[in-house]
């Protein structure tokens, strides 16, 4: 998925698995936030796409 970023959901997810716990314990900056904001966005995305998948299209 192609976020607004620019960048995907693979790069989103993978800056925040190295870098998410630290960057809450240090105080967010604003990329960090901007990096945040695009993994909430895919996860929004990828639960979505799940329960379409399981229930099916209204």
Do not use: N
């Not at 993978?14 to 990329?31: H, K, P, Q, V």
């Not at 695009?38 to 399981?54: M, P």
Request: proline letters at 0%.
């Amino acid at each position: 998925m192609e976020l607004k970023s620019g960048r995907t959901c693979e790069d989103a997810g993978a800056f925040i698995g190295r870098s998410g716990i630290f960057a809450w314990a240090a105080g967010l900056r604003i990329e960090e936030a901007a990096w945040l904001g695009d993994r909430a966005a895919c996860i929004k995305e990828e639960k979505a796409a799940t329960l379409q998948t399981a229930f099916g299209e209204y």
